[in-house]
Structures are given as structure tokens and as C-alpha cells.
């Protein structure tokens, strides 16, 4: 595995999967700059999730390779790997139902979140360190959950579950976090706070986000990567992706914006 250049925190190298004779994706070839928030597009169906399934060893695929280039480390091969292990690796994802626990307060279920801590009686006998608070309240702070703290998970408004869910990814420390649709559900103005906040964290990891609505897409994206039944239809900043034309015909025409 070389190095790629010092941007790079993840390679996907020329992924196809195949379920049962029909592919999902084909030849998908880009990578992914740290510090960016890379957005996929692109109609229903297109492989976008099958794409972060991929990534965190969920799936795995026909052939190609996903390289993983952590800062400071050696490039990781994450197809192969065990789903387990790509947490420890530093990329975290975020799933479209929420997985909150809504009898324990916000703050408890980000200290169930913690690294090193394995579940619900681990972390009634450890008790985490002054550090881990700090760090439990800074991160809440960063997804304006700060004055939530003591609420119950089952009493948030969705967005604000959204954006603990969020948190709880971050509060572990990843390289890179992966978000399916993170405003699915939510109206304008969460939708917009959730741009700034993944605005706000991509100063510490890389994020990668699947979502529809443009509006959104157009706040928060740094580069964005169109794909069409399985294939790569265009990669570029979003200015250029809304003014192609195949994008139009396949994408935007049809309900994307
Ligand atoms: N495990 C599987 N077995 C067979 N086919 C699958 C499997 N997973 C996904 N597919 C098919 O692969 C294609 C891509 O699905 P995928 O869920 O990745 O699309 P998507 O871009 O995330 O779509 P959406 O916007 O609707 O979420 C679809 O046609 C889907 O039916
Ligand atoms: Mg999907």
C-alpha cells in the first residue's frame, strides 16, 4: 500500500459489488481529502449506502480496495477487515434509525459512548475521569447540546437526537465519521444547524455525508460525488455538480432538488 499524498484519509480504489448477478456498484474510484465534508448524491437506488457499507466493512465487495490513511500511522486495508475492528481503526458511523438510549440522559449515554467504555456496567464501576467530562460537555457544546445535558434521550426533539447521536460518534474520536442522511426528518432550520455543525467538526475529523436535500448539500459540502446506478456519474464542488447536465437529467430532474 503507498502513501498517497498527505491529504488523502481514504482511497476507495475501483470498488464493485455484485449481489446475485446484479451490480450495486461498479469501478468506483475517488478519494477522500481529511478535513473535508464529502457529500454523495444521487438518485435512490444509485449505491450510496451500499458505498458506506463498503467502507465499514459491512459489505464486502466484488473486488477493489479501500485504503484508510490515519494520521501518523501506516495506510490501513479496510476490505477484509472485520466490521468490529473499523471502529478501533477511527471511523465511526452514524446509522439512519436513531440508537440513543431514551431512559438515560444525554450525558450518560455520551459516557457510554466514551472509548474504552464496553457498556452499561462498565461504566457504572468506572466512572470517567474529569478529563472525559470535559470532554463529554465541549463536544455537547459543538452540537449546541451543551444546556441538554441532564435530559432525557427520549425526550429530545429528533433533530437534537440526530445531533447527540452525532456527538457520541465525535466524543470517540474518529478520523473519519460517516453520516446516512443525517437531516432526513428534520425541517429547514435543523437541517441548516446541521450544516454548521458538520462545518463545525470537520475542523477535527473528515465527515462523510449521504443526503438529498441540495439546499443542504450546497451549505455544507466541500467537494460532492455524484453517483448513478452504481457508477460515478461526476465528482467536483457543488457549483459544477448543479450546473451538469447529466446531472440534471438523472438527479435533479427528477426530485433531488
Ligand atoms: N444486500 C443486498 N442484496 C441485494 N441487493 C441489494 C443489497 N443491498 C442493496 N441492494 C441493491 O443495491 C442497489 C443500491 O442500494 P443502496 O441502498 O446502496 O442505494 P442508495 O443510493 O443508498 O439509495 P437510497 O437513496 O434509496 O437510500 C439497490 O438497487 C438495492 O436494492
Ligand atoms: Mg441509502
Known amino acids: 500500500m503507498s502513501k498517497l499524498n498527505e491529504d488523502t484519509v481514504l482511497a476507495i480504489n475501483n470498488i464493485s459489488v455484485c449481489f446475485d448477478g446484479f451490480y450495486a456498484l461498479t469501478e468506483v474510484k475517488t478519494s477522500v481529502k481529511r478535513n473535508t465534508v ?11 449506502t451500499t458505498l458506506l457499507d463498503i467502507i465499514c466493512a459491512k459489505t464486502k465487495p466484488t473486488s477493489g480496495t479501500v485504503i484508510f490513511y490515519p494520521k501518523g500511522r501506516e495506510p490501513v486495508r479496510l476490505t477484509g477487515m472485520k466490521e468490529y475492528k473499523i471502529v478501533t481503526e477511527g471511523i ?15 450525558e450518560e449515554n455520551m459516557i457510554l459512548s466514551l472509548k474504552g467504555h464496553k457498556g452499561i456496567l ?32 427520549g425526550s429530545l426533539a429528533h433533530g437534537e437526537k440526530q445531533w447527540l447521536e452525532i456527538a457520541m460518534q465525535l466524543v470517540q474520536k474518529p478520523e473519519i465519521i460517516m453520516l446516512d442522511e443525517p437531516a432526513a426528518g428534520m425541517g429547514k432550520p435543523e437541517t441548516f444547524k446541521t450544516g454548521e455543525i458538520l ?5 477535527e ?24 446506478e452504481g457508477k460515478m456519474l461526476m465528482e467536483g464542488n457543488i457549483t459544477d455538480v448543479l450546473a451538469d447536465k447529466t446531472v440534471q437529467a438523472v438527479y435533479l430532474g427528477r426530485g433531488g432538488e
Open 38 to 48: 464529502h457529500f454523495f448524491i444521487g438518485p435512490n437506488g444509485a449505491g450510496k
Open 205 to 228: 475529523c473528515t465527515v462523510i455525508v449521504i443526503e438529498h436535500d441540495m439546499d443542504f448539500v450546497k451549505q455544507a459540502a466541500d467537494i460532492v460525488t455524484v453517483l448513478h
Open 122 to 153: 462498565d461504566s457504572i464501576f468506572h466512572k470517567p475521569s474529569k478529563e472525559d467530562m470535559a470532554d463529554i460537555h465541549s463536544t455537547l457544546k459543538r452540537v449546541g447540546l451543551d444546556d441538554r445535558a441532564d435530559v432525557r434521550a
Open 199 to 203: 462545518k463545525e467538526i470537520k475542523k
Open 92 to 106: 465511526g458511523r452514524k446509522f439512519q434509525v436513531p440508537s440513543v438510549f431514551v431512559n438515560l440522559t444525554v
